[in-house]
């Protein structure tokens, strides 16, 4: 069960950003956050050791046309989970 963070009672989990690409430093569960620097491709694990699915920043939003950012930097994003998460 995820409380309702005006409540206080929702968690932020930390976010160790290890590729210098700017993502936030904490993030509740099911937020997308994306870094703030154009990059190539970031890897993101999670305390579990589990990697999280990481896309463009064009792609998570269904920007119309994608087609342009082909081999392109572009900010990187994810969806934050449950758990404190290192981006490399």
Do not use: C, H, W
């Amino acid at each position: 069960m995820i409380l309702n963070r005006t409540a206080g009672g929702q968690k932020k989990y930390k976010i160790t950003d290890n590729s210098n690409s700017g993502f936030p430093e904490s993030a509740y569960a099911g937020e997308i956050v994306f870094a703030t620097v154009d990059s190539y491709y970031v890897k993101v694990v999670g305390t579990s050791k589990r990697y999280i699915p990481v896309d463009t920043k064009s792609y998570i939003l269904a920007d119309s046309d994608v087609s342009t950012y082909a081999g392109s930097q572009e900010p990187y994003g994810f969806v934050m989970p449950a758990e404190d998460v290192t981006i490399s």
